[in-house]
């Protein structure tokens, strides 16, 4: 390498590094092994550069899983973009761009023996990737939680948005328990042998109608009694009660779930209503239990507030594309690869920055700052290209 | 690359490594914004979805290529840092571009096994 010798040329008066090998002259920082600074910062920085390379590399494997999967299925690409908010995305690249200027400066202060400068930059880089994370985890747990996820884990018949498309092409059946949302009624049977049957009204604006139940469950409001289990025993509606000791202990809490994919606003009203009758007498049952009607009736809101961005996903979009799901597998892949790197960097500079505050960095022994900074750029170069590829398909 | 001129203490730095001026960090961090800002401006344009496609990865090729410059100082450093780096990028390319032309080949022939039955096998 021709740095080799280069770095033997500038030793000029004060420069006390000659005599390599020599314990004592070595400025701190400055490992035994090496001529002098140059010599150990140049090593360093091409073996930077070299795991950089390799990075690029590494991120390439996915590169080209996206490149495949959009050139042959665009249509995949054009509507499942549209689950990714483009604000979440542009907020993140501006929040890496910052850390990356932040990074690149406090290379600089660290060059001039700023030392408060270079604790200053290093911290805004730590706040910015950590912001960056945050703003990840917002977007993932709200893919969580709308079930659009990779693989067989995406289910936009969850996902508030995807009920739209659901009523308008019925691609999601009402049987669905995933698909369906839960409310609770108490119901307070005294005997065994009963009969319950809900409905589930739904009033909006427009009219009124009847929504599916797709399944019913019993639980416990009351002191459990491990001896008697719940006595609601058949999973579809109506439910019939045929065993079990409930005398005295009243509520039993029916969880009703409805299936039904409707976009629902805030004006929506639904209304539970369950009646109760006498079990049709069969042998197992003592056919002379009484009848009490009119077990309960809940009214409640949807849980789930529907955010504005899901709704406007999918109106008038019509069903996913089959293998959908694939879009999400890519996106949770490269995000996830790059979100490790975030993290690593996370680590890496807390390090710096405790090391900066000890004053460990001199304009002679700045590598470990230069270092990062330069994985932090690519970092931040790969989100780059990772936030028009996934968030800003037209 | 610019190694022998920083050792000649053509400023007030050190001999180690360059030192990039704030004026050159400021400046490539607004490009940066501003580009950012261009690229989701410009999604909002329909050009069509290949002209689309092509305007947001010509202004990523441009911000990746500030950055490198730039904040990762390869403008001023030693060429065979930008030729690992563009090694690096190339094999990207080779990678792609081999992967895109093979499954190319071989597409028509593939079977999805969802909306469309696969075609029986002709008859001996």
Redesign the interface.
Known sequence: ?T?GH?HH??HGPGSGHDDHGDHGTHPPGIQHHYDD??HQ?DSG??GI??F??????FF??L??AY??YR??R?EIF?YAHHYLD?KWG?IN??VL??S??S???A??CA??AQRRGLILCLSITLVCACGFLAIKYIEYTHKIHEHILFGKKFDPCVSSGGQHLLTNGDHCPGTKRSACRAADVDLRPDQPGWQVACKVKETTPTGTRELPVCEMEAHHHGPAHAANPPCWEISQNPWVCKAGDFNGTPGVAALVHYGDHALRGSSTKIELECDAAKAPPTPDYAADLPVVGGLGQGTFQPKQKLSDHDLGVQRSMGPPP??TNMFFSIYFCMTGLHGIHVLAGVIVCIWLLIRAVKGHFT??Y?GPV?YF??YW??V??IW??L???LY??? | MA??AA?K?HDD?????H??S?KV??G??IL??IL?VA??GA?KV??G?ST??AI??F??VI??TL??L???HLFY??L??TV??V???L??AL??GF??MD?NQY?ESIQ?N??VPADPPPAP
């Open positions: 390498m740095a280069d040329a500038p600074a140059q910062f920085k091409l550069w070299f950089l390379a390799q990075e690029v590399l390439s494997a590169f080209v490149v495949l050139h042959h665009p054009a483009v542009a690249t501006g761009i910052v990356s200027l990074a690149a400066w290379v600089r060059q001039l089959e293998h304009p002679q700045f230069d900074a330069l750029h690519l931040d170069l780059i290209f936030f028009p590829l800003l398909i037209h | 190694n022998p050792d203490h730095h050190h001999g180690i490594a030192v990039a704030l960090l400021l490539t961090w940066l914004m950012t690229t989701v999604t329909d050009f979805p689309n496609l947001a990865m202004i990523a911000k990746a950055v490198v730039f904040f990762m450093d030693k065979f840092h690992l780096i090694a690096g990028v094999a990207l990678f792609v992967t895109l499954s597409q999805w969802y909306t």
